[in-house]
Structure formats: C-alpha cells, structure tokens
T-cell receptor, first 113, second 113 residues
Framework: SQTIHQWPATLVQPVGSPLSLECTVEGTSNPNLYWYRQAAGRGLQLLFYSVGIGQISSEVPQNLSASRPQDRQFILSSKKLLLSDSGFYLC????????????FGQGTRLTVV | GENVEQHPSTLSVQEGDSAVIKCTYSDSASNYFPWYKQELGKRPQLIIDIRSNVGEKKDQRIAVTLNKTAKHFSLHITETQPEDSAVYFCAANDGAGSYQLTFGKGTKLSVIP
C-alpha cells in the first residue's frame, strides 16, 4: 500500500534562518507531488506541484522554493524565513490527473519567531 | 484558474441534527469534487467525492450533491455525532486532466452534545 512521510512534525525557526522540509512517498511510482500551506483559519493554499523529477510548478510568488531530486521525494526550502512563513505545511500526492484523490502527509507545524 | 467558495465558515449543530456545507466553483470544465475532513492538528482525509457524471452520492450518514449547471456542490451529514466535529474542505480539480486541486477555505463544524 502507499504511504506518505513528512517531517519534521513541528519546527520553530528564527527569522532569517533557512528551512528544509522533506516529503517521501512509498508504494507508488511517478506520483504527482504537492506542497500546500494552511495558515490559521484559512484554507489549503497550493504552493508548488511537481509531475516528475526536476519539474516544479509554482502557484504563488513567495519566499519558498521546492525541489524534486528523486521520483518520490519532494523538498520545500527557504534561504531566509519570514514571520509570514509560519503555518501548517502539508505534502500530498496523487496518481494521474483529473479525478483522483489526493493523499496528505501528517503535516509540519512551522513557527517562525 | 479554478476558484472555490465555501460556506459557512463555521457551523454549530445539535447532536442528531443535520449539517449542510455548500461550495461553488468557477471552472465549468471541473469534473471532480472531493470533500476532506481535518481533525485538529491532523492531516485532511477524504470522506467522499463525486464526479461530474453523477448528481448525488451517499455513504452512510454522508452525502454529496452536485449541480453542474449552477456550478455548486454540497455536503450533507445526517444524524450528526460529536466525532463529526472537525474542519471540512471542499475541492475541485482545475478541469479534466488537470494536475491541480483547488480547495475552499474550510468549514469548522461543531456538534454540540
């Protein structure tokens, strides 16, 4: 069966520090991978998605970047965190396009102080 | 791109009553409409979905209806229980064959015992 791992679960980082969140998927090949951010009281905002190794699409201009060095690995990074980067970050995967379910990782609660 | 509006943002019901959450979408090419439940601090999980070739789908106490002409879909929970308390998100894909899934801002449902 397929599983998705996301870590760390919680993170407290000072303003200006770098960030690296990692997500890996097991049990499937060539998944579509996604990073969402959920700010307090708000919905799920799509940040990045990837349909293959090295292929990244960005949905909103921001202080973050994403990379996909391997088929089932998706990384969210920042060189210098801002206070506004605080939130709940969720990695997700889907197979194919259109009408398929998205499966979410456990999420990372990031607090920038 | 797709725009999904969700109402209400908060909903309180007495245990045993029904709850209805409504969503509208903008892209007439969308054909997949999932609903996710997110308990506090946890990942969103799919509870039911509907595709545009059907108008209604039921799964025990949960049902979803879709009106493609009006571009809206609704989640119905009957005989609510305290464990139904959570944030519910609707979503729509950005047209057939799209990699993207756009979410509403969520509805916080509280079921009062």
């Amino acid at each position: 069966s397929q599983t998705i791992h996301q870590w760390p679960a919680t993170l407290v980082q000072p303003v200006g520090s770098p960030l690296s969140l990692e997500c890996t998927v097991e049990g499937t090949s060539n998944p579509n991978l996604y990073w969402y951010r959920q700010a307090a009281g708000r919905g799920l905002q799509l940040l990045f998605y990837s349909v293959g190794i090295g292929q990244i699409s960005s949905e909103v201009p921001q202080n973050l970047s994403a990379s996909r060095p391997q088929d089932r690995q998706f990384i969210l990074s920042s060189k210098k965190l801002l206070l506004s980067d605080s939130g709940f970050y969720l990695c997700a995967w889907r197979v194919g396009t259109g009408n398929t379910e998205a499966f979410f990782g456990q999420g990372t609660r990031l607090t920038v102080v | 791109g797709e725009n999904v509006e969700q109402h209400p943002s908060t909903l309180s019901v007495q245990e045993g009553d029904s709850a209805v959450i409504k969503c509208t979408y903008s892209d007439s090419a969308s054909n997949y409409f999932p609903w996710y439940k997110q308990e506090l601090g946890k990942r969103p999980q799919l509870i039911i979905d509907i595709r545009s070739n059907v108008g209604e789908k039921k799964d025990q106490r949960i049902a979803v209806t879709l009106n493609k002409t009006a571009k809206h879909f609704s989640l119905h929970i009957t005989e609510t229980q305290p464990e139904d308390s959570a944030v519910y998100f609707c979503a729509a894909n950005d047209g057939a064959g799209s990699y993207q899934l756009t979410f509403g801002k969520g509805t916080k449902l509280s079921v009062i015992p």
